[in-house]
């Protein structure tokens, strides 16, 4: 009897015992997504900048060229990109008087890093008061009780040289920043025309954008941050290779700032690579992981061939992985600037 209670007693502490313990969840993939066949129209000059969201093909369609500076949004954020698909430079002048300046007798002028690295821009860090939710509405080189003409330098922004010089050269100072937006002063070079202008943040966007064009202006480009993965456009790449450095503008595929990881996998064909697999592959969050690279001009056909076993590694916002390759960049009329590709959610 006594053998049949300890038997029984043991059986109940065990039972509790294990109900002590939570069970480990177990996490059950969802089954692979559909092959899917893109083809994107950037014309044959490349004119036309497309975001793209895998999840759904979505496109928005706009012209690269609409934007000069893109100002990073966000609480801190007070970084500043010019478009170097259109071939344009910035340099700061060694002058905090903005009608001063009016020339552009030996500037240096510097480009972006086409990785999007915020530390290698040709603005640089323009402000010695980084911007934070707890500080007071003025957190940059001009404080309320400073003078616009005594803090801060001017910058000289090249526009490229589609422009003609009245359009092209212009002059800019980045006043302040706040949590919530940025001033700048800004002119032609020759002073016919002096503005400024309050860029104001969002957080539904990676930037804020600003053109020169009617007179400067605060304009939106990109769609909501959450609802694209990457973008084909015109972008500056440097080729450090040569001596000097080239900075030579291509077509290409960027990665979206926030939260968009990638990577390239040339092992393995695109039929062979799953899930598994692709959680294998380095990524990172270069911007230009992509880039132009998955296509090649050969002089010998004098055309654009398509780099072979080229396979890309996309892990997006949600985490979820694809798999892309590029297989054409002509059109059924045999005009280059379509790229087409084939990419799936694994």
Known sequence: MNRIRY????????????????KEDTLTL???????????????????????????????????????????NGVNGFHIWINGGKGMYAGVVNETNIDMVQDTVGLTWRWDSPTGNPDS??????????PTSSQKPYTSVQRPDESEQTTGAVYLVDRGNTFNNADRYWKIKFLWVTGDAYKIKYARLDNTYKDSLIIEKSNQFN??????????????????????????TRYRYVFYSTTPYTPYVVSGVLLNPTGIYAGVDSTLTFEEIDYQKAKQVPLVNARDIIGYNW????????????????????????????????????????????PKFEYQRL
Request: proline share 2%; net charge negative.
């Open 7 to 22: 038997s029984i007693i043991a059986i109940i502490v065990a039972i509790l015992l294990s109900s002590c313990f939570r």
């Open 30 to 72: 969802s089954k692979p997504g559909n092959v899917e066949v893109a083809t994107i129209a950037q014309g044959s000059d490349y004119a036309n900048q497309i975001f793209f969201d895998l999840n759904d093909g979505n496109m928005l369609v706009n012209d690269f060229a609409m934007w000069d500076l893109a100002f990073e």
């Open 121 to 130: 821009t040709a603005i640089g860090n323009w402000t010695n008061y980084l």
């Open 207 to 232: 930037f804020s954008y600003f053109t020169f064009d009617n007179g400067g202006q605060q304009i939106t480009v990109e769609p909501n941050k959450s609802t694209w993965d990457i973008v084909f």
């Open 295 to 338: 296509k090649t001009y050969s002089f010998d056909s004098q055309s654009y061939l398509i780099a072979p076993n080229r396979n890309y590694i996309i892990r997006d916002e949600k985490g979820y992985y694809w798999k892309l390759r590029f297989i054409d960049f002509y059109n059924e009329s045999g005009e280059k600037g379509y």
